[in-house]
Each structure stands twice: as C-alpha cells, then as structure tokens.
C-alpha cells in the first residue's frame, strides 16, 4: 500500500528553471512565446516562499507545519509556524527541513 517516503531532498531559495523544461508560452508571457522571444528570453527564476512539512511516519497520521516569508522593507524574514505558535527562524533552519511542498514564486518575467 501506499506510505511515505522519507528521503530528505535538497533545496535551495533560488530555483532557476532550463527554458528546455517549460512550455513555450512559459518562458516569456510578455512576449507572446514567439520563436525569437523565446531565444532571447531568460530562464525563469523562482524565489521560495513557503516549505509545509509533515512529521510523522504514516501517510494516515501526523502533524504539519509550516516556514513562510515574510517580505517587507528591505528584508525577508522566514517565520515557523506550528498551530498557534508563530517564531522568526533563520533561513538556514528552513533549508534544512524536510519538506512535503515548496512554494516558489516567479521573480523575472
């Protein structure tokens, strides 16, 4: 049956996608995906924003938590955020988690 697997994957804040990966009309929507704007484009870059984790070693029980980044003035800060208790982490803390999902948002268009 199904379960979980606990292998602890590598992740960074930067993710930067090959354009070979994606789409044609992802690389560059402000250009329509056309075939000489597509060639000119530059790969996506992704910032992280979110890590949920899972803790526990069912798929049928456990308990989630969540990392989140909190942007304002000239400084990210990432914050851990377990039912009602919120506290500032640093970034090489969330790194290290093991994650259940990644949320990235596009930072170049």
């Given at each position: ?59 049928g029980g456990g308990h989630y ?5 909190s942007v304002g003035g000239s ?21 290290r988690r093991q994650a259940y ?9």
């Amino acid at each position: 049956g199904p379960h979980k697997v606990s292998k602890p994957i590598r992740y960074s804040e930067t993710l930067r996608l090959s354009k070979a990966h994606l789409a044609p009309n992802c690389v560059n929507l402000q250009n329509h995906g056309s075939k000489s704007s597509r060639a000119a484009a530059p790969a996506p870059t992704f910032k992280l924003f979110a890590v949920v984790s899972h803790h526990g070693h069912t798929l049928g029980g456990g308990h989630y938590t969540c990392d989140s980044r909190s942007v304002g003035g000239s400084s990210s800060e990432w914050f851990h955020c377990d039912d009602s208790r919120i506290h500032r982490v640093p970034v090489s803390e969330v790194l290290r988690r093991q994650a259940y999902v990644l949320f990235f948002e596009r930072v170049n268009s």
